[in-house]
């Protein structure tokens, strides 16, 4: 992770792009919560849904 994401620094994302990173980092970090910091190799497909659901949000609301 660069120093200028660590500081805020959206590194030239647009505004849609910014809020899909974040969007896609809650999602990730609420999956990991729900499953003890650990992913499976069978959960992927139901973790790349949820996130795919959390753009899904991003986009509409435009």
């Known amino acids: ?8 620094d959206p590194d030239g994302l647009s505004p849609l792009l910014v809020r899909i990173r974040d969007a896609v980092a809650r999602e990730l970090h609420a999956q990991l919560a729900m499953r003890s910091d650990r992913i499976e190799l069978a959960d992927v497909p139901e973790i790349a849904y949820q996130v795919t659901r959390r753009v899904d949000e991003v986009i509409t609301r435009r």
């Open 1 to 8: 992770m660069s120093d200028a994401y660590v500081s805020g």
